[in-house]
């Protein structure tokens, strides 16, 4: 056998990762994966946020918009009531005096671009400037319509006034609001017409939109009930078009969307209605306010852009943090496997003086101590459990006193019960043998509850004995004492009385207290109550089962005299042992 075959070879060891490789790995990965889902969620947040506050934009201002375009509508509409009710208009005797009423509103509201009055013939009588008058207008919509009521005519061309009013750069459009005008009677005399230029919608949709809103591209859309657009964007005005938002307007609903339109763009679209939905001098337009979905989330994708630079300088940042941190906490623990492996090649010498006090951290401490400070710690629990254990006594006395306080108690009506009672009532005639002064005892029962309980139900009835030992509480004073047997009966003791007169006139005034109806969720209720009142003088033998029983009697005797009313029992002789 060769030397190399005698020697036995060494088992390899297996190699381990140093602890400041894996926490240094450790905390890369996980500032990695919080940075990712750091990225992830604030990209999800932002994009929610600004789809939802670019929702709410601009469905506000398509409720501004619509609420504008309302009101002029209104607006029209009472002017045309207003006008029509003018005595110099309902007998139009000169044409002039007319003309001069209806150029003065013009003055007032520009956009009221003819106001005209119509006899029933069709001829127009007075207009603004002039403007047809002697022409007939039979044939428009408005002086068909106006002949019965007040209404509005939806968006049209000037068909007439396109050639008599002045030129513009946009063409002449028209929303004409005509009404009846009649004399007392009640015949009509006229129709008067207002035709309010759609140059005013156009302004407000100017005057509504900043210019920031319109440097990211907000458009106001209003659309007819046809689908035609009434004022928008050039490409699309006086063109049909479909779109969910349209849809959803014109079911009446309000909100916002997120929709392709026909000219293939996503678009965010706020939506609403105009007019009211009865009303004959109203326009159902439906109002959209839309904008490209990349310029309102533009915000969105500038904080993301943002969001991510600082996210990838917070990882470099704390990932030279996690390597400064894996070597502070390496330092003491190596300190502590050396100490290990010394007590492990020498077990005599483990003593706990052999293991370093090791710092750096507070673990390091913990572990260092851990087996000197076994001993305190058992000490330390012993201690807790003794501490624990007087708790618990203190608080089971407590629960023991609080339980025999419920045994004391009437629980329906919170009252001391016959328990409670049979304890006082001996106590309260031996203060009236010991002041010389009588007390009584009052027995009730209730008259007509039984009827209550069965026609309202248990609920009704438990409620009513309730109500009835409340006032039987608060028709005594704090000195005397009210509880409840059983069912519908009720005792009283009263003391520091001066007769049986005193007990009897307490006893009315009780009666009277507890006859008063009683407002119970099912409705008000009357009941009534037997009393029967027996007295205790100073001088007889305390008897407190034959004072109740005395009371009971004179109950039953109150019952049978015909309810609700008060009995006092006979008195008793004084007895030789209480002399």
């Known amino acids: 056998m060769t030397d190399s075959s005698d020697t036995i070879p ?345 293991i370093p006090a090791a710092g750096g951290f507070h673990e390091a401490q913990v572990l260092s101590k851990a087996l000197r400070g076994l001993i305190r710690n058992e000490r330390r629990h012993r201690a807790a459990l003794e501490q624990m254990n007087a708790h618990l006594e203190e608080t089971v006395a407590a629960r023991t006193a609080e339980l025999e306080g419920l045994l004391m108690r009437d629980l329906l009506t919170g009252l001391p019960n016959r328990r409670a009672l049979m304890q006082t009532l001996p106590e309260a005639m031996a203060r009236a043998a010991r002041l010389r002064r009588p007390c009584a005892v009052l027995f009730l029962d209730m008259d007509g509850f039984k009827l209550v309980n069965d026609t309202r139900g248990h609920e009704e009835g438990d409620e009513l004995l309730r109500r009835f030992g409340g006032r039987i509480l608060a028709g005594i004073r704090e000195t005397d004492m009210a509880a409840r047997l059983a069912g519908d009966e009720f005792v009283v003791i009263l003391e520091m009385l001066s007769d049986e007169l005193d007990a009897a006139a307490k006893a009315e005034i009780l009666l009277a207290q507890l006859t008063r109806p009683y407002a119970l969720n099912g409705g008000s209720v009357q009941v009534g109550a037997s009393i029967g009142v027996a007295l205790h003088m100073p001088d007889q033998a305390p008897d407190p089962a034959r004072l109740l029983a005395r009371a009971d009697q004179a109950m039953y005797e109150a019952k049978r005299k015909g309810k609700s009313r008060i009995a006092v029992a006979p008195a008793e002789a004084v007895s030789t042992e209480a002399r």
Not at 77 to 84: A, K, M
Not at 252 to 268: L, M, N, Q, S
């Open 10 to 354: 060494r088992p390899r060891r297996a190699r381990y990762f140093r602890l400041a490789a894996l926490l240094v790995s450790f905390s890369c990965l996980t500032v990695a994966i919080t940075v990712l889902l750091q990225l992830l969620l604030v990209d999800h947040y932002a994009n929610q946020h600004a789809s939802e506050q670019a929702r709410l934009r601009l469905q506000q201002l398509s409720w501004q918009m619509r609420d504008s375009l309302d009101r002029t509508l209104d607006q029209a509409v009472r002017d045309v009531y207003l006008l029509s009710a003018l005595p110099q208009l309902r007998h139009p005797a000169d044409p002039a005096a007319a003309r001069e009423i209806l150029e003065n509103l013009q003055r007032h509201f520009s956009n009221y671009a003819w106001i005209g009055i119509a006899q029933p013939d069709g001829k127009v009588l007075a207009a603004t400037a002039g403007l047809l008058e002697n022409r007939d207008v039979s044939s428009r919509p408005w002086f068909h319509t106006g002949e019965q009521e007040v209404t509005a005519i939806d968006y049209h061309p000037a068909a007439l006034l396109g050639k008599l009013l002045p030129r513009s750069s946009d063409p002449w459009r028209f929303v004409d609001i005509a009404g009846p005008i009649r004399d007392d009677e009640g015949a009509l005399r006229g129709v008067l017409a207002i035709h309010l230029s759609w140059t005013w919608a156009r302004s407000l949709a100017r005057e509504l939109l900043t210019p920031a809103q319109r440097d990211i591209g907000a458009e106001i859309i209003v659309v007819r009930s046809d689908g035609v657009v009434l004022l928008g964007p050039d490409d699309i005005l006086e063109k049909c078009i479909s779109t969910e938002s349209l849809r959803l307007a014109q079911q009446g609903k309000t909100g916002a969307i997120t929709e392709r339109w026909p000219d293939g763009h996503t678009y965010v679209t706020g939506y609403s209605q105009s007019g009211r939905s009865r009303e004959r001098a109203s326009l159902h337009w439906a109002v959209l306010v839309r904008q490209t979905e990349q310029a309102a989330m533009a915000s969105a994708h500038r904080f993301e852009r943002r969001a991510m630079w600082f996210s990838l300088l917070l990882a470099g940042v704390l990932a030279a943090l996690a390597a400064l941190m894996a070597r502070r906490i390496v330092a003491p623990l190596k300190s502590l496997s050396g100490a290990m492996e010394n007590i492990a090649q020498a077990p005599e010498q483990a003593v706990p003086e052999a």
